[in-house]
């Protein structure tokens, strides 16, 4: 089969082969036919070495598909299923999963980095994150396989198994926003689009948008924000909404240290700082301990947006289907599996009209 291989960490490019094959299905495993993979700001940090990756290995983490195989012991899914695929599949019996955080479950995602799922010839592939979906084909852990009803696009669930979740859950769960509150999301690219739209169905009322970028503000106009501004006309509107004295919740989408300040200073004392972006591990940010204390505000990771998976793939599902969640709208750009070098170039070079590419593999 199809599929785009890292051939080391670093590379500019993805060698698209056609001699790759997955590794059977194994016990509570499954084998899934790729129908549509969207591709994501990770997938670039995987390859340039933000995130943890192996290579030679398949990138792709966000996308759907149908099932064609299952493994002995598979008994909640069948041949010809419609499934999203997760990057962080909860094995249920964990100390995460049993306090119910299940996307801080670690076994399936450990098990990635030991555990390769395509071979090319007699080599070993791994799949970043544990699947790979710029493939044709990928066998992943059952529990990574969400079945969705059969009249959702491949495409719209595709959104959903990565930037969807993460963004509306970020705001739903990590935060809770209340209804009535005022909201600030620093950073409207595609998960920054997810976490307005959050915002919006979370009841909101004042919901900024910032970037730098004209473009996206106006994208982000059309998903929910009340105001859009670039980064140095934030304290002025902090200033006219709120005389100075911040916003109810901050959501960092860009994961640098300057965002992260910033999110932080633009939120009410005893506020919400919510840290939504996929930073790098040497990238430093500064508090004095005065205050920290002072202020009384939170400051709260939010991986993959704290779903629990299943539960919140049928919400987000429900939320497009009751005309709350925009996801056609997110799809800027459609691909084949050989344009998918020309798509990571559109998105490395930050293309401002750009809220998700998708490529249709099958």
């Known amino acids: 089969m199809k599929a785009a291989v890292l051939t080391e960490i670093g590379a500019d490019e993805l060698d698209l ?12 495993e499954v084998r899934i036919k790729v129908r549509a993979s969207g591709i994501c700001h990770s997938d670039l940090s995987a ?20 099932v064609v195989e299952v493994g002995s012991g598979v008994e909640h899914l069948a041949p010809g299923d419609h499934v999203t695929v997760s990057f962080v599949p ?4 964990c100390a995460d999963c049993l306090r119910g955080q299940p996307n801080l479950c ?38 990574g396989a969400i079945k969705v009803d059969s009249d959702v696009p491949f495409e719209i669930a595709a959104l959903v198994a990565c930037g969807v979740l993460t963004g509306v859950g970020a705001v739903l769960n990590t935060a809770a926003v ?40 106006d994208l982000a106009r059309k998903f929910g ?29 860009v994961g640098q240290s300057a965002t992260i300040r910033s999110a932080w200073d633009q939120t009410r004392r005893g506020g919400s700082v919510v840290i939504v972006g996929a930073g790098k591990a040497d990238s430093m940010v500064e508090f004095s301990a005065q205050e920290l204390f002072l202020h009384d505000k939170k400051i709260l ?21 009751a005309g709350m969640l925009d996801l056609d709208g997110m799809i800027s750009k459609r691909l084949t599996l050989e344009e998918i070098n020309d798509g990571l170039n559109v998105l490395r070079a930050g293309n401002h009209d750009l809220i998700r590419q998708v490529v249709n593999i099958a």
């Open 106 to 143: 670690a076994v399936h995602a450990v098990a990635a980095f030991t555990s390769p799922r395509f071979q090319q010839g007699d080599a070993p592939l791994f799949g970043y994150a544990g699947l790979g979906t710029f493939a044709e084909e990928l066998v992943v852990p059952a529990a």
């Open 90 to 93: 909860p094995c249920g019996a």
């Open 17 to 28: 082969c056609d001699d790759v094959t997955t590794v059977s299905p194994g016990q509570g």
């Open 47 to 66: 390859m340039d070495g933000t995130l943890p990756a192996l290579a030679p290995g398949v990138i792709g983490h966000e996308g759907a598909g149908e």
């Open 301 to 321: 990771g939010s991986f993959y947006g704290s779903c629990h998976v299943h539960r919140d793939t049928a919400r987000m599902i429900e939320f497009w289907r």
């Open 225 to 253: 924000a009340t105001h859009a501004v670039a980064p140095e006309e934030l304290d002025g509107l902090n200033q006219e909404l709120a005389g100075g004295a911040g916003f109810d919740y901050a959501f960092d989408v």
């Open 178 to 217: 209340e209804p009535g509150s005022s909201v600030v999301v620093i950073g409207c690219g595609g998960v920054g689009i997810s976490v307005l739209q959050g915002a919006r169905i979370a009841g909101a009322t004042t919901i900024v948008a910032v970037d730098p970028v004209e473009a996206k503000r």
